[in-house]
């Protein structure tokens, strides 16, 4: 542990985005900073591990290359991190990983291989039966066993088995030891102690080679890198049916976890997550995305955040974007100092404009919300919306479908963005489909939206076929509409609306519309 010369662990991110999204990987969609790699990467380093970071996304390696440079390196473990940009994105990102592990076994690479991930602790028994070249997964975050199977001389099953929270393969058998906990909030700024940010590849300066959201660089393309990302906090209070977020937080070995069993929030302290805010500022990076799913939650925790955040956007320089449930941003004075914290998008799930099926996915109070009074305080306030809706979510017709996307209409936010519903591993919508015998996707992809092979779920009065249709149409008409690109060319200028308008003109290919 003490030799420097070893690299104890080898954290891999695959290449996922041409799988995930088709021609837009090209040039539209994100190329986002592996934000829970850093964080392990960091944590075990702090106890005395050398590790390393491959970006095989980042830096578009080939698996040719990437076989080099792990030759070169020769860790004792190859750890895959499989998220995506959002946690719910995890399965999707999966046949990136296992179309590399596959690769390094059939040319002899004789390390272990394990993947920490959504959709392994989702489903860590049936990943290991159907993926044969994995060794071993985490059963949930993986913090402490992964420092545990790191202080082994070997990895043979006799020493695995005494290793919580991890399911590996023992000959033809699959094994799944003890669950581990997951990091107690009071530990959180001690073992979970920050970002290996040093560990990224750049071109040539720091996180170049990452890139933003379109929206949140205002549609324009020079203003998306340098980039970077972080969390202030970890899981969600919540629950809803559709979601698979808390699943980092599992604490069983059922054969499929579901999420909203682990409803559960930690938070870093204020200064921690400063202090990190600063070594991105010292580095050159004023885009940030938060990538807590519920920031402006408890006050407790974001005020003295964004207070401290303001101190450091005098001159409005920062560009921070962050998700919340609509029904937490509802006073105009928390968003004024939102603003003054350089947080210049609000990611928002409104999911649908039909109360009846936001009831179906136990979205909670959410139903007393005005939308669109919350709506107007967020523009008010100076703060751009990037406004998220699922098509075909149990309940949900042609005809509430048509209402939330006229809901979209009237409310004409700078972002936009719609799901087909998805019965992700992990969520409690998966396991209803398993039981009720519902047609899922056949491969990774198929979970991706954006992917050749999605397929949504189906619901009693909607196939899969027409909920990707409607969503598909309503993403170029809402792209298209009028009064949206005045809105941007007002906010942002001719050129982001021109942009806009040249991202509707890529078709993604359907399998399930014969395409």
Known sequence: MDNRNIVDCLFVVAKSSKRTYQKLSITY??????????????????????????????????????????????????CFVVYGQNVNAGTANMGGAIYLSNYFKENK????????????????????????????????????????????????????????????????????????????????????????????????KPFDLYRAPMWHAEYDFEKRSPYASLQTSLGCQFGCNFCMINILNRNDNDEIGVASNYSKMRFW???FIIKEFDKLISMGVKTIRIVDEMFLLNPKYYI???????????????RIWSYSRIDTVKKSEILKLVRKAGIKWLALGIESGEKSVRLEVDKGKFEDVDVKKVIEKVHKADINVMANYIYGLPGDTKETIAKTFKLSLELCTAGWNTYGAMALPGS??????????????????GYSFHSYETLPLATEKLSAKEIITLRDDAFKKYHNYKPFLKLIEKKFGKKAANNIVEMTKIKLKRKIKGD
């Not at 591990?49 to 095989?56: C, M, P, S, Y």
């Not at 993986?142 to 099953?157: E, M, T």
């Not at 700024?189 to 040093?198: F, M, N, R, T």
Request: aromatic letters at 6%; glycine letters at 2%; proline letters at 6%.
């Open 109 to 204: 690479i004789n390390i272990p291989i394990s993947i920490v991930g959504s959709h392994v602790q989702a489903l860590p028994i049936e990943t290991l039966k159907k993926e044969k070249n994995i060794d071993f997964v985490f059963t949930n975050e993986g913090v402490y066993a992964l420092r545990n199977i790191l202080k082994l001389n070997d990895f043979s099953s006799n020493n695995l088995i005494k290793i919580k929270g991890i399911a590996f393969r023992n000959k033809d058998k699959i094994e799944i030891t003890n669950p581990e906990k997951i990091v107690p909030n009071d530990r959180m700024d001690i073992d979970l102690p920050g970002y290996a940010w040093d560990l990224l590849p750049f071109k040539n």
């Open 29 to 78: 969609s994100a190329i986002e900073p592996p934000t829970w790699t850093l964080l392990l990467a960091q944590s075990i380093r702090a106890v005395g591990f050398n590790v390393k970071i491959l970006d095989a996304n980042a830096e578009n390696l080939s698996r040719e290359e990437i076989l080099k440079r792990i030759n070169r390196v020769s860790p004792k473990l190859i």
């Open 428 to 445: 409690l919508l998966y396991k209803n489909a398993i039981e009720n015998k519902i047609k899922l996707p056949d491969s990774y992809e």
């Open 304 to 318: 003295p955040l964004c207070e401290k955040l303001a101190e450091r956007n005098k001159n409005d320089s920062l």
């Open 269 to 271: 302290s204020t200064n």
